[in-house]
């Protein structure tokens, strides 16, 4: 199932509570969004979490649906609430007490990508904003909550595991901080987005699969995680942030030479979590 916005690729026999999404991977850049930037294609790219899709690819394999975006991150950012609209960018929005992330441009239309370069030489039309949101921010989430929904029926809980990358220098930020930098960063909004013992056993699949693991630092989850986990409805969300230096040359973003055996690894931590409804009746995907 796709469509401009995102793809869903469904399991055969869908046998766990768990739905992975990963928002940031998409790379089908608009032709005219390309022209419009001051950016050439890779500098464009540098936000993108590149090829994460297919890190996390076995996800139906293994029993549980999984949502990719196929529009760029640069583009709209799908991890962003619709109205982080950014005064420096967009005409005619009033500015009013703004977030850290619509400050520093940020927005659900971005104004920088990583290391804060511009995208743009100037004001974009709030006219232009609004299309972009409701032509791919609307269906996307949409199509998530419809996933997490569907779960949730089957299951009587859903867990949503939203996939990331994350620059190797993030985590050198925080590698001081203590004695082996991690190499995968867990964000539950400190809690506040899945329970622990959910948390738990997600940590243990990837530290089992070798990887070192910590929680919500530098990443604690943002507008997905905050949004969509509700654990006293039943519905849990954890963020996965991966170092990208682990299974890409971050430089000319491309996979390097260890890309299919972290792979291998994240499809054990993957075959470890799908277990976490292992008590539920499977049933095959409508």
């Known amino acids: 199932m796709s469509g401009s916005a995102y793809s869903i690729e469904m399991p055969q026999v869908w046998r766990s509570p768990v739905v992975i999404a990963s928002p940031h991977s998409g790379a089908n850049y608009p032709q005219a969004f390309v022209e419009q930037s001051i950016l050439d294609a890779k500098r464009l790219r540098s936000s993108e979490d590149a090829f994460v899709d297919g890190l996390f690819s076995a996800a139906p394999q293994l029993g549980m649906p999984m949502l990719t975006a196929r529009v760029p991150r640069a583009f709209v950012d799908f991890n962003r609430a619709s109205d982080e609209l950014d005064p420096a960018l967009i005409e005619g929005v009033t500015r009013r007490g703004q977030n850290p992330r619509v400050a520093s ?7 920088v990508v990583s290391n804060g370069r511009t995208i743009y030489r100037g004001k974009i039309p709030l006219t232009e904003a609004r299309a972009r949101i409701n032509q791919y921010w609307v269906p996307y989430h949409a199509a998530l909550q419809r996933l997490l929904d569907a779960a949730h029926a089957r299951f009587g809980e ?8 994350m620059p190797h220098e993030a985590v050198e930020s925080v590698a001081m901080l203590r004695a082996r930098r991690p190499e995968i960063v867990l964000g539950d909004r400190f809690g506040a987005a899945a329970q622990g013992a959910i948390v738990d056993r997600v940590e243990a699949a990837f530290a089992s699969a070798g990887f070192r693991v910590a929680r919500n630092s530098p990443f604690a989850g943002a507008y997905i995680t905050q949004t969509y986990g509700r654990p006293s409805r039943g519905q849990h969300a954890v963020q996965v942030e991966i170092d990208r230096s682990l299974y890409m040359d971050e430089v000319h973003i491309r996979p390097n030479g260890q890309f299919e055996e ?10 470890e979590i799908a277990e976490q409804g292992s008590d539920s009746q499977p049933m095959a995907a409508e």
């Open 105 to 111: 441009g940020l927005g659900v239309i971005p104004r």
């Open 158 to 165: 859903t867990i949503l595991i939203d996939c990331h990358s």
């Open 262 to 271: 972290v792979r291998a690894r994240l499809t054990q931590a993957l075959r």
